[in-house]
Every structure is written in structure tokens, then in C-alpha cells.
């Protein structure tokens, strides 16, 4: 069961209006349906429309950020939950042991570095989370075209690229997590037959 959603977004709200927009309906989904907000404990960007949005709804939120960032005063203080860890790579452990799902808003290399390093984690049958992706406005559209080209190039296979739901819509996304099924192919024992 899904109760505790983590969000990798971007600390930069972005070119579109549409990106807080759908942070925010995200928030809402997330906080009406009584379940909690895990994410990487910023006040900027969609990281902190997020945080801000679920709070605003009276729903639960979980930050988890490194010292050297709370240093920089870009932690988000208002929160239900602020976990403070030395290092970005604590961050991610941290966040993953929290979070019962993920989804990857529109972000920049931070938030692609978090979400793949889940999904590897996955793949690998570290977890079986559920692991979604918002497309919002076509934002992600190259890479995951990039993503199905790997398949086709078998680097990724099939079941693999299965792992990772996508959406262009919140309800929809958010749907398909709670009803999300791990594949059963292991890597290893799929990578020996090719």
C-alpha cells in the first residue's frame, strides 16, 4: 500500500506556468487522499510549491536535507517533519527507505540523478516501489523516447522499462502508482539470455 509519496522535482519552478500547476495539483492529490509528502526539504522551486501546497491542504510533510544546503537557508522550516543528513547521498538513502512510491516532477539534473538512481535501485530488485513519471506539457517526451530506444537497442529491457509508470495528467499517474504490480524478471538472469 502507498503512503508515503516521495517527490523529485526541480529547486527552479521553471518556463511554464503549467509546472506549478500540476506541483500543486500533485499536493492535493497527495494530501486529500490522507497519504504523506517525502521530499528533499527545500523552500524553492517546485520543491517548495509542493511542500507548501500539501501543508496548505493540512496534509503530512517529511523534508529530508543535507546540512551544507540548510546552511544555504534553502530548507524549508514550516514542515511537518525536517530530517537533517550530512551528505546528498544520506539524502537519497533516506528519502527511499521513507517512501513507499516516486514520482519525478520536472526538475534538472538533480531530480533525473534521484529518480535514476531509484529506478536502478529497482531494476536491480533492491525495492519493487512503484515509479512514476509526470509528464507535464511534454517535458519529459525525449527522454522517454531515449528510454524506449535502449529497449529497442537492449540496453533496457522490456520488463525494466515497464518499472516506470507515465502520465501527462496527476489523477491518472496517480492511479496507476496505487495500482502498480512489480515485474518478476530479474536483470541478471534477463541480461543471460540476450
Not at 531515449?146 to 499517474?173: E, G, K, W, Y
Request: charged residues 15%; contains cysteine.
Amino acid at each position: 500500500m502507498v503512503n508515503n509519496i516521495c517527490i523529485f522535482c526541480g529547486s527552479n519552478s521553471g518556463s511554464l506556468l503549467q509546472y506549478r500547476q500540476q506541483a500543486e495539483e500533485m499536493a492535493n492529490l497527495i494530501a486529500q487522499s490522507g497519504k504523506t509528502l517525502v521530499y528533499g526539504g527545500g523552500n524553492v522551486g517546485l520543491m517548495g510549491v509542493i511542500a507548501d501546497a500539501v501543508l496548505r491542504h493540512n496534509g503530512r510533510v517529511i523534508g529530508v536535507i543535507p546540512d551544507f544546503l540548510m546552511k544555504k537557508e534553502v530548507g524549508h522550516t514550516a514542515l511537518t517533519e525536517l530530517v537533517i543528513v550530512q551528505t546528498m547521498h544520506e539524502r537519497k538513502q533516506r528519502m527511499s527507505q521513507l517512501a513507499d512510491a516516486f514520482i519525478m516532477l520536472p526538475g534538472g539534473i538533480g531530480t533525473l540523478e534521484e529518480f535514476f538512481e531509484v529506478f536502478t535501485w529497482g531494476q536491480l530488485g533492491l525495492h519493487a516501489k512503484p515509479m512514476g513519471i509526470l509528464n507535464t506539457e511534454g517535458y519529459y517526451e525525449h527522454l522517454l523516447a531515449f528510454l524506449n530506444h535502449a529497449v529497442a537497442q537492449r540496453f533496457l529491457s522490456p520488463d525494466n522499462r515497464s518499472m516506470i509508470i507515465t502520465d501527462t495528467t496527476c489523477t491518472a499517474l496517480f492511479t496507476k502508482l496505487n495500482n502498480y504490480t512489480a515485474p518478476t524478471t530479474e536483470k541478471w538472469l534477463e541480461n543471460s539470455r540476450t
